[in-house]
């Protein structure tokens, strides 16, 4: 899930975080993560914002906490290096840090992972720690390659009424080879559409494939 800008940019044109998505984009971000075992986060991103978003709803940290689940979804950063400095808000932050790197980091996280050569690799590894809902937080090198093998289940975006241009796509621009099926028509389906506060608006699609199970319903 991300917010972006009406051009579909991740940040401004020079380059840093951009702070889009207000109150209502908080809300819809609260319910994903509420749903999620872990959020997906690259090392871009982190490096960005030295924190990642915390689920802020105590009713939905409840809810968690009553089904035998830990308040918040495990943080789970990707890079290819394991050096990050410990003064970042991240590692103050009340979440389980993972790593998913080459090497395992000296100070910081609660757990690593290699990182495999494959996306559907590292996905399996996930998969078995634990994690089965994976929420992805950013940024946009890390949604191309899951995009490039197929491996997003659902897309929500929330258009943030901003025009920031620049190459900051959602997508990189740079040439890259996407799956043909993802191109065709009958590829997304449209689950959800929901004005939320500050002009911005929520769109959900679901990757039409079988087994797929739904986070549950803004509103």
């Not at 830990?70 to 890079?79: G, I, M, N, Y």
């Not at 997508?171 to 590829?187: F, G, K, R, S, V």
Request: glycine residues 8%.
């Amino acid at each position: 899930m991300l917010a972006v800008s009406l051009d579909g940019r991740l940040a401004p044109a020079s380059g840093g975080a951009a702070q889009l998505g207000g109150a209502g984009d908080r809300q819809v971000l609260d319910q994903a993560l509420s749903w999620a075992d872990a959020c997906l986060i690259g090392a871009g991103t982190i490096r960005a914002h030295r924190s990642t978003c915390l689920l802020r709803d105590p009713a939905l940290q409840q809810q968690r906490i009553d089904a035998g689940r830990p308040p918040q979804p495990v943080a789970v950063v990707v890079s290819h290096r394991n050096s990050f400095p410990q003064d970042w808000l991240f590692f103050q932050q009340p979440v389980q840090r993972w790593l998913l790197a080459p090497e395992p980091a000296a100070h910081g996280f609660n757990r690593w992972l290699p990182l495999q050569s494959s996306w559907p690799e590292r996905l399996a590894a996930l998969q078995l720690a634990g994690i089965n809902k994976l929420v992805l937080l950013g940024g946009a090198q890390l949604a191309a390659q899951l995009f490039q093998v197929d491996g997003v289940d659902q897309l929500q975006l929330t258009l943030s009424p901003r025009i920031l241009g620049g190459a900051n796509c959602w997508i990189p621009q740079q040439a890259m080879t996407l799956p043909e099926a993802l191109q065709q028509p009958e590829a997304w389906q449209l689950e959800e559409m929901t004005p939320l506060q500050d002009d911005e608006l929520m769109l959900r699609y679901a990757r039409r494939r079988e087994g797929f199970n739904l986070p549950p319903s803004v509103g």
